[in-house]
């Protein structure tokens, strides 16, 4: 079974700043990734995914993520943050019926 | 406009009181999915269906039930909710099970169980 790992469960970062949020997976064969942001009192919006082909993907809102084969990571990034930025974020992977989501990471923006 | 719609959005309930969260999808969507979202465990999977009348049980079905008896409806039933049960529960469909394809979310139920 796959399984995901956010090592970190709160991140400040300035407004303006870079954010890099990690994120490990454990699964046997090449997964689907995926990063979910969840603003407060919302559902989960899908920022981007990783199928196959380039390593590097663009998501919406400015954010990227590279996907690391030797390291079973999928890290997920954003140049310039901002305020509207602050929500939780949830790294998941997919296999043939299922999705498992990390804990997920909390990201407040201060000014 | 295409969206997955869960009632009620809030829901306060006693123990042992049976209940029912609704889950409609407009997308014509193969698959749908609940989750409960608790802090610090990130989503779990309660039940999930790969179409209609394929129902099958995910990381944490224990106290609950699901039906797919027509594709866009997948409503989620506790028989006899216990305080554990406290949570915030999401519906989500997609295209289709192949794990390829994202989910698209409802807005969620907020349940209390006193």
């Known amino acids: 079974a796959q399984s995901v790992t956010q090592p970190d469960i709160h991140i400040t970062v300035s407004e303006g700043a870079s954010l890099e949020l990690r994120c490990n997976y454990s699964?046997?064969?090449?997964?689907?990734l995926f990063w979910y942001v969840q603003s407060p009192g919302q559902g989960l919006q899908l920022l981007l995914k990783y199928f196959s082909g380039d390593t590097l993907v663009q998501g919406i809102k400015g954010f990227e993520a590279e996907f690391k084969r030797s390291q079973s990571s999928f890290n997920l990034r954003k140049p310039s943050v901002h305020w509207s930025d602050a929500a939780e974020y949830f790294c998941a992977v997919g296999a043939a019926e299922t999705l498992s989501f990390g804990a997920g990471t909390t990201v407040t923006v201060r000014a | 406009e295409a969206q997955v719609t869960q009632n009620p959005r809030y829901l306060i309930t006693v123990t042992g009181k049976k209940l029912t969260v609704t889950c409609s999808q407009n997308?014509?969507?193969?698959?749908m999915s609940w989750y409960r979202q608790d802090p610090g465990l990130g989503l779990r999977q309660i039940y999930y269906?790969?179409?209609?009348?394929?129902?099958d049980k995910g990381d944490v079905p224990e106290g609950y039930k699901v039906s797919r008896k027509e594709k866009r409806n997948f409503p989620l039933i506790l028989e006899s909710p216990s305080p554990n049960q406290t949570s915030l529960y999401f519906c989500a469909s997609s295209l289709s099970s192949q794990g390829s394809s994202p989910l698209h979310f409802g807005n969620g139920t907020r349940l209390t169980v006193t």
């Open positions: 269906s790969m179409n209609v009348e394929v129902t």
């Open positions: 997308m014509n969507h193969e698959y």
């Open positions: 699964y046997g064969a090449t997964p689907y």
